[in-house]
C-alpha cells in the first residue's frame, strides 16, 4: 500500500503536494496494520485517501503564494518576463537537441525538446560532464527571464532513456530568424557552406541562405571533419540562439546544432576545388554564369599584388580581381596563381571571399597603366594595375595603414600601404611633392550617391592599393619658392635695375598664388588631421589642446569645467552581426546626436573606436552638466535606422567636474573614465557621476 501511495502522488503535483499526500497514505497505512479493523475497512479507509490528491494539489495551486508546475516546454517557453522572475517550478521530459558542458559563462546548457516545442535550460557547471545528443531526460528546474526569452534554470538533469533527434523541424529564412519568430525552436536551414572556423571548443560555419549571411555552431567533435563542408549545399537541424544586448533586445540570431548528425548533405562539395573549370575573371556576375557562382568559382591569373593574410589580386586576358584570404602562403608579382573562392560584391566591385590559392607556375608581370583620375572613376580599370600622379597633399592619421591623400585636377584620391610594407622610405615623402602612384585601382562605389551614364553607374572615389614604398616615385619635390625668398629676391632685383621691375612684379603674383595653394592644401591637411574623417568630430590631439586652453581660462576667470565620457555599449556585436558598414553608421549617427545634446561652445571629440569624450567649458553650475548627460543617455537610446534595419543602441556615460583651483587636465580624463566603468559595471544605458570613491579606471 505503501508502493500504491506513492506511484498514485508523482507527476501531477508540485513537490510539497506529493510529500503532503505522502505523509498522510503512510499515516492511514500504519493505522490499519496496527489495529484491528477489518480489512474492507481499511479499503475503503484508504480509497478515500487516494481519491484526494487530485482535490488537495487543485486547492493547493489556487491558494495565494502557490505557483502551478509547468510541464510543457511551450508553456515555460511563453511566459511573460515578468512571469518567468517567479521562478515557477518546472518539471519536463524530452529529448536533448544540444549540449554544452561550459558555455563560458560559468554555467552549462542545452536544449530539450518535448511534443508542445523546445526551451533552453541552463544547470550548475560541472553537474553534468557528458550528455549523449538524443538523450530522454527529466528536467527540474525554475522558470527565469533569460537573455531574451524565459528560460529554465538551477535545473536538475536526469537521463531516463535514449531516442533520435526529433522529426518535424521548420524550415526558416534569416529574415524569420532575426525577426525573432523561432526563438528557440527545432528549425531547419539550408543552404551552401562558405568557410569553417574554430572558436575555441566550438566550430561556426558561415552559411550563405537564400536572404543572406547565416552562422550556424556547433560543440566541436575533435574527431570530425568539419572542413569537407565547405561549398556543399546542406541542410542542418538546430535550435535558433538569439544574440540580444545589455536591454535584453534582440539583435541578431544564429543557429547551433548538435553535431555533424543534424546536417543532412544535399550537394557534396568538389573533392578537389582547383578542378572546377577555369572562369574568365570578366564572366562574374554576368547574365550567362550567375547560376556558377553559388558555389565557389576557379579563377586563373597573373599575381598584380598581394597582402599576406588579407587580398590577392589577380589578372587574366579579360580583367582583374582582388580576393579576400586568410592564407599567408606568400607569392610574387608575375607568379601565376590558381584562386578559389566565392563571388561576391563590395562597393560594386567583383571580390572573392573566403578564398584559398596555390602557385601554377611564372608568367609575365602586368604592365601598368598610366591614367587620369578622370579615367579612374569611369570604373573600367577596376581591380587592374595602374599608374597615376598626383599631388600630396596630407596622410589620413586616422588610419592604421599608410594612407596618402593626393589631389590631380578637381578629384582627390588616396594611395595606401599596409603598415607591415610600409619601410622609412614613406618619411621622406613630403606635402607638395608630386607623386607617380603605381598600384590595384580600387573603385569606391555608393549606389545612393553614385549616377548613372548611359545606363552604368559610375563610381564616387577610388583608392590606390600599393605594394611596397617602391610603388611611389617622386616626380618634382615641393617647390622652394615662399613668400620670404620672393621678397628677397625682389630686394636684389630693385638695386639691380628698374628695368626688370615689371619681371619682378609679375614673378611676385605667381608665387603668392603658389603660395595661396600650399596654404590651402596645408589647412585641409590640418582639418583632416584635427578631425575623425568618418564623423568629423575632433581627433584626441585637439581634444587637448582645448581641455589645456579650457583649464587655463577656469583658473583665470574662476569657473569650473566638466568632461563627459561616452562609450556605445555592446558596440562590438553591432559590428560583428550586421558588419563594419552597419557600425561606421551607427559612429556617425551618434556622432550627430551628441553634437545636437551639448552647447555651441563644447568640444565632442572621437578618441577611439566607440569611444567619445565631450568638454563642457565654462562651466559655472555643476547641474547643467548633469542634465546634458541625462539628455545624451537619453537621446542615444533611440533606434538607428540602417536600410531596412533597426538597431538598438545605448550609451554609458562617466561624468566628472571641477572648479577652479581643482583642474587637472589628466587627472579629469581619468576620473571621467574611471565614472565611465562604474556605470557600465551599474547596467550601462545610463550616466554616472565621478565620486573620489571610484576605483580607478
Given at each position: 500500500m505503501e508502493k500504491e501511495c506513492k506511484e498514485r502522488g508523482v507527476g501531477d503535483t508540485t513537490r510539497m503536494h506529493w510529500e503532503i499526500h505522502t505523509t498522510i497514505c503512510l499515516l492511514f497505512v500504519r493505522l490499519c496494520r496496527l489495529s484491528l479493523v477489518s480489512a474492507l475497512f481499511c479499503s475503503v479507509l484508504l480509497s478515500i485517501v487516494l481519491k484526494g490528491p487530485a482535490a488537495m494539489a487543485q486547492s493547493l495551486q489556487g491558494a495565494p503564494g502557490v505557483l502551478r508546475t509547468i510541464t510543457t516546454a511551450r508553456e515555460a517557453h511563453s511566459l511573460t518576463s515578468d512571469e518567468a522572475k517567479r521562478a515557477y517550478p518546472i518539471h519536463l521530459q524530452g529529448v536533448v537537441t544540444y549540449f554544452d558542458a561550459d558555455t563560458g559563462s560559468g554555467n552549462g546548457a542545452l536544449y530539450i525538446h518535448?511534443?508542445?516545442?523546445?526551451?533552453?535550460?541552463?544547470?550548475?557547471?560541472?553537474?553534468?560532464?557528458?550528455?549523449?545528443?538524443?538523450?530522454?531526460?527529466?528536467?527540474?528546474?525554475v522558470s527565469d527571464p533569460g537573455g531574451f526569452a524565459p528560460i529554465v534554470d538551477r535545473a536538475k538533469v536526469q537521463v531516463i532513456g535514449h531516442s533520435t533527434l526529433p522529426a518535424g523541424a521548420v524550415p526558416v529564412s534569416r529574415t524569420q530568424l532575426f525577426a525573432g519568430e523561432y526563438e528557440g525552436q527545432w528549425i531547419e536551414v539550408e543552404g551552401v557552406v562558405h568557410s569553417v572556423s574554430d572558436q575555441g571548443h566550438l566550430v561556426t560555419l558561415e552559411l550563405e541562405v537564400t536572404d543572406g549571411l547565416l552562422f550556424v555552431t556547433a560543440v566541436r567533435d575533435p574527431d570530425a571533419d568539419y572542413s569537407s563542408l565547405v561549398d556543399a549545399r546542406v541542410r542542418i537541424h538546430g535550435n535558433e540562439a538569439p544574440l540580444y544586448n545589455s536591454n535584453n533586445q534582440m539583435i541578431g540570431a544564429r543557429v547551433i546544432?548538435?553535431?555533424?548528425?543534424?546536417?543532412?548533405?544535399?550537394?557534396?562539395?568538389?573533392?578537389?576545388?582547383?578542378?572546377?573549370?577555369?572562369?574568365?575573371?570578366?564572366?562574374?556576375?554576368?547574365?550567362?554564369?550567375?547560376?556558377?557562382?553559388?558555389?565557389?568559382?576557379?579563377?586563373?591569373?597573373?599575381?598584380?599584388?598581394?597582402?599576406?593574410?588579407?587580398?590577392?589580386?589577380?589578372?587574366?586576358?579579360?580583367?582583374?580581381?582582388?580576393?579576400?584570404?586568410?592564407?599567408?602562403?606568400?607569392?610574387?608579382?608575375?607568379?601565376?596563381?590558381?584562386?578559389?573562392?566565392?563571388?561576391?560584391?563590395?562597393?560594386?566591385?567583383?571580390?572573392?571571399t573566403n578564398a584559398v590559392f596555390k602557385r601554377a607556375g611564372t608568367g609575365v608581370p602586368v604592365t601598368a597603366?598610366?591614367?587620369?583620375?578622370?579615367?579612374?572613376?569611369?570604373?573600367?580599370?577596376?581591380?587592374?594595375?595602374?599608374?597615376?600622379?598626383?599631388?600630396?597633399?596630407?596622410?589620413?592619421?586616422?588610419?592604421?595603414?599608410?594612407?596618402?591623400?593626393?589631389?590631380?585636377?578637381?578629384?582627390?584620391?588616396?594611395?595606401?600601404l599596409p603598415r607591415a610594407l610600409t619601410g622609412p622610405e614613406t618619411d621622406g615623402w613630403r606635402n607638395g611633392s608630386v607623386l607617380r602612384i603605381t598600384g590595384i585601382c580600387s573603385a569606391q562605389f555608393d549606389p545612393q550617391l553614385s549616377v548613372l551614364k548611359d545606363g552604368m553607374a559610375v563610381t564616387k572615389s577610388f583608392r590606390v592599393l600599393m605594394r611596397s614604398p617602391a610603388?611611389?616615385?617622386?616626380?618634382?619635390?615641393?617647390?622652394?619658392?615662399?613668400?620670404s625668398h620672393a621678397l628677397m629676391l625682389l630686394t636684389v632685383a630693385l638695386a639691380i635695375t628698374l628695368a626688370v621691375l615689371f619681371w619682378v612684379v609679375d614673378l611676385r603674383r605667381r608665387v603668392e598664388l603658389q603660395a595661396d595653394l600650399l596654404r590651402a592644401s596645408e589647412g585641409r591637411f590640418r582639418h583632416m588631421a584635427h578631425?575623425?574623417?568618418?564623423?568629423?568630430?575632433?581627433?584626441?590631439?585637439?581634444?587637448?589642446?582645448?581641455?589645456?586652453?579650457?583649464?587655463?581660462?577656469?583658473?583665470?576667470?574662476?569657473?569650473?569645467?566638466?568632461?563627459?565620457?561616452?562609450?556605445?555599449?555592446?558596440?562590438?556585436?553591432?559590428?560583428?552581426?550586421?558588419?563594419h558598414h552597419a557600425g561606421d553608421e551607427v559612429l556617425r549617427v551618434t556622432a550627430d546626436r551628441l553634437l545636437t545634446a551639448v552647447r555651441k561652445a563644447d568640444t565632442v571629440a572621437r578618441i577611439g573606436g566607440d569611444e567619445f569624450v565631450i568638454l563642457l567649458a565654462d562651466l559655472r553650475d555643476p547641474h547643467v552638466?548633469?542634465?546634458?548627460?541625462?539628455?545624451?543617455?537619453?537621446?542615444?537610446?533611440?533606434?538607428?535606422?540602417?536600410?531596412?534595419?533597426?538597431?538598438?543602441?545605448?550609451?554609458?556615460?562617466?561624468?566628472?567636474?571641477?572648479?577652479?583651483?581643482?583642474?587637472?587636465?589628466?587627472?579629469?580624463?581619468?576620473?571621467?573614465?574611471?565614472?565611465?566603468?562604474?556605470?557600465?559595471?551599474n547596467g550601462r544605458n545610463r550616466f554616472q557621476v565621478f565620486a573620489a570613491e571610484m576605483p580607478p579606471a
Open positions: 518535448d511534443s508542445s516545442g523546445c526551451i533552453f535550460v541552463k544547470f550548475a557547471p560541472g553537474s553534468i560532464k557528458l550528455l549523449p545528443i538524443g538523450s530522454i531526460v527529466e528536467v527540474s528546474g546544432f548538435s553535431n555533424l548528425s543534424a546536417i543532412q548533405v544535399i550537394e557534396a562539395a568538389p573533392g578537389d576545388p582547383f578542378q572546377l573549370p577555369t572562369l574568365p575573371i570578366d564572366s562574374l556576375f554576368r547574365w550567362d554564369h550567375m547560376s556558377a557562382i553559388r558555389h565557389r568559382v576557379h579563377l586563373r591569373g597573373v599575381v598584380t599584388m598581394q597582402w599576406p593574410g588579407a587580398s590577392l589580386c589577380i589578372h587574366d586576358a579579360s580583367g582583374g580581381i582582388c580576393a579576400q584570404t586568410f592564407q599567408d602562403a606568400r607569392l610574387a608579382v608575375g607568379d601565376v596563381a590558381d584562386v578559389v573562392g566565392f563571388a561576391g560584391s563590395e562597393n560594386s566591385t567583383a571580390v572573392l597603366q598610366p591614367i587620369t583620375a578622370e579615367e579612374a572613376l569611369l570604373g573600367k580599370f577596376n581591380s587592374e594595375p595602374i599608374q597615376i600622379e598626383g599631388q600630396l597633399i596630407g596622410r589620413d592619421l586616422a588610419s592604421a595603414d599608410t594612407t596618402l591623400m593626393l589631389t590631380s585636377g578637381k578629384f582627390i584620391f588616396t594611395a595606401v610603388d611611389v616615385a617622386v616626380i618634382q619635390k615641393p617647390s622652394w619658392w615662399t613668400a578631425h575623425d574623417a568618418l564623423t568629423g568630430l575632433a581627433t584626441r590631439q585637439l581634444l587637448q589642446d582645448r581641455l589645456g586652453m579650457a583649464v587655463e581660462t577656469a583658473n583665470r576667470h574662476k569657473t569650473g569645467l566638466a568632461l563627459l565620457m561616452v562609450d556605445l555599449d555592446k558596440f562590438k556585436e553591432i559590428n560583428d552581426t550586421f558588419g552638466a548633469e542634465r546634458i548627460a541625462a539628455n545624451i543617455v537619453k537621446n542615444l537610446a533611440a533606434p538607428i535606422s540602417f536600410g531596412e534595419l533597426s538597431l538598438p543602441v545605448s550609451v554609458s556615460v562617466g561624468l566628472c567636474t571641477a572648479l577652479a583651483g581643482e583642474l587637472d587636465a589628466e587627472l579629469l580624463m581619468k576620473s571621467a573614465d574611471a565614472a565611465l566603468y562604474q556605470a557600465k559595471d
